[in-house]
Every structure is written in C-alpha cells, then in structure tokens.
C-alpha cells in the first residue's frame, strides 16, 4: 500500500508527494504542517 500526501495552500494544491512507508508519509505531514500548509493524507492500493 501507498500513501499519497497532499499538500494545499488557500485550496490549491501544491504538492502530490507519493510514499510507500506509512512513517515517512506521517512525517512529511507533519513538517508542512508546522509549516503552515494545510496537508492531508490517502492510502492508495494497487
């Protein structure tokens, strides 16, 4: 399984970043996210 975070700033998005670890995608979330973007998360199976 795949997560794919998405990444938006005043409803655009900005970023489709694609991770096969769940952690790695946690993490990349929650560094935009201090950053100020709104960031959400999807799994995505094959």
Do not use: P, W
Not at 4 to 31: H, T
């Amino acid at each position: 399984m795949d997560y794919l975070v998405i990444v938006s700033d005043n409803y655009i998005i900005i970023e489709k970043i694609r991770f096969s670890y769940r952690d790695e995608a946690l993490y990349y979330l929650e560094c935009r996210r201090k950053q100020g973007y709104f960031a959400t998360i999807k799994s995505i199976k094959l």
